[in-house]
C-alpha cells in the first residue's frame, strides 16, 4: 500500500541561490569578524574607536543591501523545499507583534550590551526596563523574525536570508555576551542579573521586570509599528498579509 505523497522537495542550485548564499555568508560573517576582540582592538589601534564604528556600519550596509538585492534575483527563479501548511502563515503574525516590541524597546532604551553601550557597565544600576527581561532584546527581535518566517515560506531562498539572519542573531547574542565578559568584574552584576532567553532570570529569581522602566509608550509604538509593516507588508515582501 502507497504511503502518504512526500512533500519535502530537493532544491536545485542555481546560479541566483549561489549568489545569494555566498551574500549573505558575508553579511554574517563580516560582522562576526569585525566585531570579534582581536580584528576590533587591531582596527581601533590603527583608525580609532570612531572609526571602526564607521567600517563596521559601512561593511553591513553593504553586505546588507548585496543580500537583500540577491535574495530579490533569487526569488525570480525559485525552488521550494517544502509545501508550508496554512497554519504555518500564522506564525509570523502571532510573533511579529512581540518582534516589534522587543525592536522599539532596543532602540529606546540604555542597554550595555549595545554598540557603545560597554560604558554603561561602570553605571551603579546598568539593568533596567527591557533587560530585565532580556540584555538583547534587538538581537532576540531579529531571532524571532527570521525563525517565525522560515516555515512560512518554504523556499531556498527564505531559507537561506532568513537562516543566515537567525544564526547571526544567536551567534551575535553569545559573541557580544563573550566580548563583554573580557571588561571582567564590570559584566558581572549584568551577567547574573539578566539573561538571554526572555524572562529567564525573572523566573530563575535573578531579577524583578522592571515593567514602570519599559512604561505603556514603547508597547504602544511597537503595536503601531506592527500594524504599520502588516499594511506596508505587499510592497516590502511582494506578499500581502491582509487579503484585498
Not at 23 to 48: E, N, Q, Y
Not at 53 to 76: E, H, K, Q
Not at 99 to 119: D, K, M, Q, Y
Request: net charge positive; charged share 10%.
Amino acid at each position: 500500500m502507497d504511503g502518504p505523497p512526500c512533500h519535502v522537495h530537493i532544491a536545485p542550485m542555481t546560479p541566483d541561490l549561489a549568489t545569494l548564499l555566498i551574500a549573505t555568508w558575508t553579511f554574517v560573517l563580516a560582522h562576526f569578524l569585525l566585531s570579534s576582540l582581536p580584528v576590533r582592538k587591531a582596527l581601533i589601534a590603527r583608525i580609532g574607536t570612531g572609526g571602526h564604528r564607521g567600517l563596521y556600519a559601512i561593511t553591513a550596509i553593504v553586505t546588507l543591501t548585496w543580500m537583500l538585492m540577491s535574495f530579490g534575483d533569487a526569488r525570480l527563479n525559485n525552488a521550494y523545499l517544502w509545501d508550508a501548511p496554512a497554519f504555518a502563515t500564522m506564525i509570523p503574525v502571532a510573533v511579529m507583534p512581540i518582534t516589534a516590541i522587543l525592536f522599539v524597546c532596543a532602540v529606546t532604551s540604555r542597554n550595555p550590551t549595545a554598540v557603545g553601550g560597554e560604558r554603561l557597565l561602570d553605571d551603579p544600576s546598568p539593568v533596567g526596563g527591557i533587560t530585565t527581561i532580556t540584555r538583547h532584546p534587538m538581537m532576540v527581535a531579529f531571532a524571532l523574525w527570521a525563525a517565525a518566517h522560515i516555515p512560512a515560506n518554504g523556499d531556498a531562498a527564505s531559507l537561506i536570508l532568513f537562516g543566515g539572519i537567525l544564526i547571526l542573531s544567536i551567534g551575535g547574542m553569545v559573541h557580544i555576551d563573550y566580548r563583554r565578559a573580557s571588561y571582567g568584574g564590570e559584566w558581572g552584576p549584568m551577567a547574573l542579573t539578566t539573561s538571554i532567553i526572555p524572562f529567564a532570570a525573572a523566573l530563575q529569581g535573578r531579577t524583578k521586570i522592571d515593567w514602570a522602566g519599559i512604561g505603556l509608550w514603547r508597547p504602544a509604538v511597537g503595536i503601531i509599528l506592527y500594524v504599520g509593516l502588516i499594511y506596508a507588508h505587499p510592497w516590502i515582501a511582494g506578499v500581502a498579509i491582509i487579503p484585498r
